[in-house]
């Protein structure tokens, strides 16, 4: 099966930028996404970006893509407290089937 | 827009009972729809890919007879906790994808069961 990694665990200051890594294994896909999950919720879409693209901007938030070394990630400019929460990267494959990341928790310190 | 509620919210329940989950696309319809199961602090486990009018498919180690799921029309699919135990207890999410705009899923805001 597709493997997605991220990293556990994150924490930024207030104010400072965050970057969210992800690797992946199947570089087959046709869109990679970026979601959101805060305690007890369910996942709202961030973001996402489609396998041939290499970046991304949306306002706060921009996504990098390196096909090469199947590297997905996402920073989130002058973070907030409200940031925090876990997020999930996720590939798109056809036929609308995700394999999502393992997420990493992000913790904004004030 | 594209919004999916689930319902219900939360739900607490004595073994040995059977328990269903609506998921709803709200604005749009949906061809397709997804169940998944989230441990604590875990990520989110594919349980079935749920098409309208046609029977489920459910991924390896799911019990199909357990998870009883039936997408009825293109706005609504529901999730069957049948005899459920202990182990049951999760939180169950939907998504459903929206026609036209490639392979992008949206999310419900889960449901948590609990089995006593």
């Known amino acids: 099966g597709e493997d997605v990694e991220q990293s556990l665990f994150l924490s930024v200051r207030e104010g400072d930028s965050s970057v969210i890594n992800c690797t992946y294994t199947?570089?087959?896909?046709?869109?990679l996404y970026w979601y959101k999950q805060e305690p007890g919720a369910g996942l709202q879409l961030l973001t996402y970006i489609f396998s041939n693209m290499d970046m991304k901007q949306d306002q706060r938030l921009t996504v990098l893509l390196n096909k090469k070394d199947k590297h997905l990630s996402l920073r989130i400019a002058d973070t907030q407290t409200g940031d925090s929460a876990i997020y999930f990267c996720?590939?798109?494959?056809?036929?609308?089937?995700?394999?999502f990341g393992t997420g990493t928790s992000l913790t904004v310190i004030p | 827009g594209a919004v999916v509620s689930q319902h219900p919210s939360r739900v607490i329940c004595k073994s040995g009972t059977s328990v269903k989950i609506e998921c709803r696309s709200l604005?749009?319809?949906?061809?397709?729809m997804f169940w998944y199961r989230q441990f604590p602090k875990q990520s989110l486990m594919l349980m079935a890919t749920s098409n309208e009018g046609s029977k489920a498919t459910y991924e390896q180690g799911v019990e199909k007879d357990k998870f009883l799921i039936n997408h009825a029309s293109l706005t609504l699919s529901t999730l069957t906790v049948t005899s459920a135990h202990p182990e049951d207890s999760s939180f169950y999410i939907c998504?459903?994808?929206?026609?036209?705009?490639?392979?992008?899923?949206?999310f419900g805001p889960g449901t948590r069961l609990l089995v006593l």
């Open positions: 996720a590939e798109g494959f056809t036929g609308n089937q995700f394999y």
């Open positions: 199947d570089s087959s896909s046709t869109y």
């Open positions: 998504s459903a994808g929206k026609q036209r705009e490639g392979e992008t899923q949206y």
């Open positions: 604005d749009f319809q949906a061809t397709t």
